[in-house]
């Protein structure tokens, strides 16, 4: 089966999964307004009530609506720290979450600057000697960078609901400057190929790379667990994207004003799973999440070197791996801190620092390294809201 129908199979797939318990959403023409929930009760304010309306005739659908409460904002009402029971019962309704985020960001191999075909002895004057790239890409190191994460959706009193989350802007920038570098390149124009150096004054080189993403889950929170934790059960979609450029200027020699400018957009789409656990015990809430995503990797590539401009585009499977752990303090009934450790490991991953071919005329990409790894790990810093 070619990728392009595999990846139309992901996506019908994801698209059903997250329609097909629409039912849950249905709401009955003329039933009564819907309860007041602050918490207090299991399944809403009454104490004997059910939690959504019964189904009859009029039923409307609504997918994304809420069944069975009406928000009550109480953001400076005590915490509930009692120990009855369980301990405090699952938040129902709207909740908001957002962090900041200081995630490193694996490296990716090191490659010459410069076609290392085209390294070799050269004989001038009667002198033999080794002429080599003098530079590469192992300026690049697995730094920290900085970024938000913005979750919001709801519960409701079937413990069903929605969630999106939004990973913005993680961006990481790392940049070097050389004097005196030698770049070589292979002139393929000519029969058998020959060796053009690039011996320069100087040289500055820069890799930018920026996370950003987006989920659309629906929630399926579970019967309470033994000693009072929690379960919920998550399905969806979900885009994740990695775009990075490499770029590089150098000045003097007889390719003065030589410049690269490079980047690849990988586009990564498909259906996601994912579970919830957590327990609250006072005012302190301890959790753990793990994520997966089968997806397919949509990779463009754009090259501007010299005179010439090339671009392409490939097709990868890229699975998606994710770790959350995290413990968060509640300040009052409805609003907490918390802090927690994120990581992510990503396939299919296609990185330009290791992928340009340097040759003349025409620089381009190579072919392979489209299927590269991509490691994301830090920690988290925010608020909660309600969850």
Known sequence: ????????????????????DSAWGFTLTGAPPPQVYDNRYALGNPPHSEAAPPFGIGEQIQPFGP??????????????????????????????NYDRLEWSISRPFTADIGNPDAEGDFTVDGVTVFERNSLDTNFIKSKFAGGNRFEAGYVDTNKTGWMVSVIDHVTQSQSASFTGPQVLFLDTSLTPPETVFGNFTALAVRNRIVLNGVELMRIIRAPQLHKGGELELMYGMRFFQADESFIWGAAGGDLDDAFVISRIQNNIVGPQFAGRWYKQRGRWITSAEGRF??????????LNAFSTTSSRTDYEFSPLGELRLQAAYEITRTVGIQVGYTAIFLGGVSRPSNRIDYVLPNMQFLDSFTNQNLFIQGLTFGFFVNR
């Open 293 to 302: 995503m089968a997806g397919a990797s949509f990779q463009n590539a754009h």
């Open 1 to 20: 089966m070619s990728i392009k129908r595999t990846i139309t199979w992901w996506l019908a797939i994801g698209a059903l999964m997250t329609l097909a």
């Open 67 to 96: 069944v069975g409460f009406e928000m009550k904002a109480q953001p400076f009402a005590p915490a509930d720290i009692s120990d009855y029971g369980n301990g405090p019962k699952a938040k129902i309704g709207f909740f908001f």
